[in-house]
């Protein structure tokens, strides 16, 4: 069983940059990804970035590569994705997920490796 929280979802203008976080006091022993998807309003939930479990290396969906950066603490149990020059099609609900295979472009394009997800925060990006 693995329990995800996020936080720090906010409105922001457009160039704007947030930083949110995912707090993962409970993972499964054999989670080897952690990343965040990202669900925009009336469309399909789409993948974001991954992270491995070190932390030394992570995927991104090519509408956020350049923009967004994903880190790992794992002494504080916390994800982070830092996100700059936002832009409105980035406004969408924030999903911290976790699964037991491992971070790649594959992992992002297909939520069905997720086997565990938090619960989201609204991030939206308008002027």
């Known amino acids: 069983q693995s329990e995800l929280a996020e936080s720090g979802g906010d409105w922001v203008p457009p160039a704007a940059s947030l930083r949110i976080s995912c707090s993962f006091n409970?993972?499964?022993?054999?989670?080897?990804?952690i990343g965040w998807f990202r669900q925009p309003p009336r469309k399909v939930r789409e993948g974001v970035s991954c992270t491995n479990e070190r932390g030394d290396s992570a995927e991104y969906s090519d509408s956020v590569k350049g923009r967004f950066t994903s880190s790992r603490d794992n002494d504080k149990d916390t994800v982070y994705l830092q996100m700059n020059n936002m832009k409105t099609e980035d406004t969408g609900a924030y999903l911290c997920?976790?699964?037991?295979?491992?971070?790649?472009?594959?992992?992002?394009?297909?939520?069905?490796?997720?086997?565990?997800w938090g619960t989201g925060v609204a991030v939206i990006v308008s002027s």
């Open positions: 997920a976790a699964g037991l295979s491992s971070c790649s472009s594959a992992w992002l394009r297909h939520s069905t490796h997720v086997n565990y």
């Open positions: 409970t993972l499964h022993e054999n989670t080897q990804s």
